[in-house]
């Protein structure tokens, strides 16, 4: 016999949930976690202070049609940017926190040859105040897109500096753009001309609400050892003895402060380098280059502390320049270790303290 009662047909209220929710607790309150696993494994999140034991099945499948809508969204967790209470470590204040090397491509401006469009790798950074979580590292991709499709200079780097301290509500932010650069080069003597690439970097520094504008260069050179000219000619003049001095492929990184309302192009911190030292390593050579450049390095025999000190004159000699600092490394054919020297001018690069790995740095494998 099938007996109906009408009270089993209503659809229940929410008093009806309310109560059956509550004798639910009470029951996996005394139940065995494997008897409220069996009855299903959601019911252990019922049980106050509780441990939830194993989920239930969930879809494996990539939900297509789920879009997020406003309250959705707004429930999400962000533990990045959440209280003080949340912090791990000390409390104290980041100088430096953010993205590097992220990377799109930037239309800048050149002297010579107009716009050019070329990858560029961003690292931008803010400071993070001592009862702050963290900072969302998404909004300073998007602060700087608002502004990669404009023509780039240092005026328009202004602008995405402005967004990102607003996005990220921080007082000082810096934001480093590094390319490698293009410039067709003649070759000495055969009337051949090749690219030549230069490692450049824009970097825009706001510091206690000063800003400065930075360009850094590597300049590729070859530096014959003055010693050993002078010891080769001497065995060839007193011994009849053939020798060769020792040369090597060197780098100086020279970066300078660009003073404001001045332009300083690409072009021009190339020129200044190749004035001082004329010994740039060439792009297309034949036998008539390779006897000029012999030639050319025999004329300017150079130690690493002259180079430093003739990338300086030069420098110095150029208004648009205020700050700089001169790095210079001879990677040695004699030895087994480097020449390396570090100049600078004014306040804005000085330390007493070298990054282990920065000659390391200046090494350019092709």
């Given at each position: 016999m099938n007996?109906?009662?009408?009270?089993?047909?209503?659809?229940?209220?929410?008093?009806?949930?309310?109560?059956?929710?509550a004798l639910l607790r009470r029951w996996a309150g005394g139940a065995q976690q494997d008897e409220v696993a069996a009855l299903d494994p959601a019911l252990a999140r019922l049980v106050p202070g509780a441990v939830a034991g194993a989920y239930?099945?969930?879809?494996?499948?990539?939900?297509?049609?789920?879009?997020?809508d406003t309250d959705y969204k707004a429930g999400l967790p962000d533990l990045q940017n959440g209280p003080s209470s949340l912090i791990r470590g000390v409390p104290r204040a980041i100088q430096h926190v953010g993205i590097s090397n992220f990377r799109l491509p930037i239309?800048?401006?050149?002297?010579?040859?107009?716009?050019?469009?070329?990858?560029?790798?961003?690292?931008?950074?803010?400071?993070?105040?001592?009862?702050?979580?963290?900072?969302?590292?998404?909004?300073?991709?998007?602060?700087?897109?608002?502004?990669?499709?404009?023509?780039?200079?240092?005026g328009v780097i202004e602008a995405a500096l402005d967004d990102y301290k607003s996005d990220l509500e921080s007082f000082d932010a810096r934001i480093n753009m590094r390319f490698s650069f293009p410039v067709k080069v003649d070759s000495l003597r055969s009337g051949l001309s090749g690219y030549q690439y230069y490692d450049i970097a824009l970097e825009l520094v706001e510091t206690a609400g000063v800003r400065r504008?930075?360009?850094h260069l590597d300049y590729v050179y070859s530096s014959t050892c003055p010693c050993s000219l002078e010891l080769s000619e001497h065995a060839r003049r007193e011994r009849g003895q053939l020798a060769t001095p020792h040369s090597q492929r060197s780098v100086a990184r020279i970066s300078v402060e660009v003073e404001e309302g001045n332009c300083l192009w690409f072009e021009d911190l190339i020129e200044m380098c190749r004035a001082?030292?004329?010994?740039?390593?060439?792009v297309m050579v034949k036998r008539e280059d390779e006897q000029a450049f012999a030639e050319l390095n025999a004329a300017n025999p150079i130690f690493v502390e002259d180079a430093a000190r003739l990338f300086a004159e030069r420098l110095l000699?150029?208004?648009?320049?205020?700050?700089?600092?001169?790095?210079?490394?001879?990677?040695?054919?004699?030895?087994?270790?480097?020449a390396?020297?570090?100049?600078?001018?004014?306040?804005?690069?000085?330390?007493?303290?070298?990054?282990?790995?920065?000659?390391?740095?200046l090494y350019h494998v092709g």
């Open positions: 007996i109906h009662t009408p009270e089993l047909d209503r659809t229940p209220s929410r008093e009806d949930a309310e109560e059956a929710l239930p099945d969930l879809s494996r499948a990539y939900p297509h049609e789920f879009s997020v239309r800048y401006h050149t002297r010579d040859n107009g716009d050019l469009m070329l990858e560029t790798s961003v690292t931008g950074t803010v400071s993070l105040e001592a009862d702050k979580k963290g900072i969302n590292m998404s909004r300073i991709m998007r602060s700087f897109y608002a502004h990669a499709e404009k023509t780039f200079s240092f504008k930075i360009m001082a030292v004329p010994t740039e390593t060439q000699a150029d208004q648009r320049v205020g700050d700089f600092r001169v790095v210079a490394s001879h990677q040695e054919s004699l030895h087994s270790h480097d390396v020297s570090v100049l600078t001018e004014g306040t804005l690069f000085e330390q007493d303290s070298l990054d282990p790995r920065l000659f390391a740095s």
